[in-house]
């Protein structure tokens, strides 16, 4: 019987998306509940699983082709066996792909993107080290190797029999250049920063938070915390979350969306927190934040990034939220005015953590200080309210004992 494997059914907020790595060939044997085929969508990659075991007959939409809700990808004869033992798993038919299994006998994992650039340099698939799902080899990974390829190239000498050339003469090696799309992902994620900046009165104001209680406190009590909580270890993004929650309680405005000439105020608190993966920046939300103790807060946040890491992360768990923190100082960011996450009308921006000499009743003193940003809707929010949100973010965390007592 045959049996059709349709595309999963797609939200409102995704219109489409793009068929990204098929994993089985036509007339190769699958097993029911097996990956077959991976769809990119502006959000999230998406698999889709065999629904019975046989053979599959007939692809319908190839690597690269823009798909919709329930559209048809492919046929499964259900029952049937493959006339002839096939290859294991390997992405979708390309010429480069079938060159290196015949080279060396095991057909690479790899995305479109990453055969392409194989291709274009005549690499050998297998050299290139891997960093993606399953073993798979990405672009990052192909570009990384060929910058690594061409170094020691840039930089040989000039044979020692060689006369010395002028300096402005010098070779200065390939000068290579290498096109490639965005991702989906990425794409969107362009594509929504620059309307944040067309369509919003967008504003930011800064402060600095003396970080000195908040370390103290989580030097005291990480061990234990991390004892009593089965491993989840005590982190900063657990003081952030919950500051943002109770400063948003005292500032509903902060908390609000806006919707054509509507403003809606959220009687709850979601919040995303901004986490770089390797397809681009994804905003995974923390749902009933202040219903959330620490653990769970970290827990919920360490998910999160394993998820993304992995090209795990459903479009429910991205979908929403009222409030944004971006977290700039994982990478050494300084300083930063980070960019609205519409409809949300604020989003706050964490930055990296550094000694710095301050003034305390008269004293010098050296305190971890962390320059804080919000970015907010200035068609929304007063630039008092904004001062004030900001500045009862960094009272809480400087008295940490506030946010627990809710004061």
Known sequence: MAIEIKAPTLPESVPDGTIATWYKKEGQQVARDELIVDIETDKVLLEVVAPADGVLKSIHKGEGATILSNEVLAVIEE??????????????????????ADNSGVEVLMSPA??????ENKLDPNSVPSTGKDGR???EDVINFI???????ETKPAAAAAPAAPAAAAPQGPRTEQRVPMTRLRAKVAERLLQATQSTAMLTTFNEVNMKEVMDLRSKYKDLFEKKHNGVRLGFMSFFVRAAVEALKRFPAVNASIDGNDIIYHGYQDIGVAVSSPRGLVVPVLRDADALGFAEIEKSISDYGVKAR???????EMTGGTFTISNGGVFGSLLSTPILNPPQTAILGMHKIQERPMAVNGEVKILPMMYLALSYDHRMIDGKEAVQFLVT????????ARIFLEV
């Open 79 to 100: 029952g049937a066996s493959a006339a002839a033992p096939e290859p294991a798993a390997a992405p979708a038919k390309g010429p480069a792909a079938s060159e290196e």
């Open 114 to 119: 990453a055969r392409k650039l194989i291709e």
């Open 137 to 139: 080899v990405t672009k």
């Open 147 to 153: 910058g690594g390829a061409k170094a020691p190239a």
């Open 310 to 316: 992995d090209g795990k992360l459903s479009i429910e």
């Open 393 to 400: 973010i960094k009272e809480l965390l400087e008295d940490p």
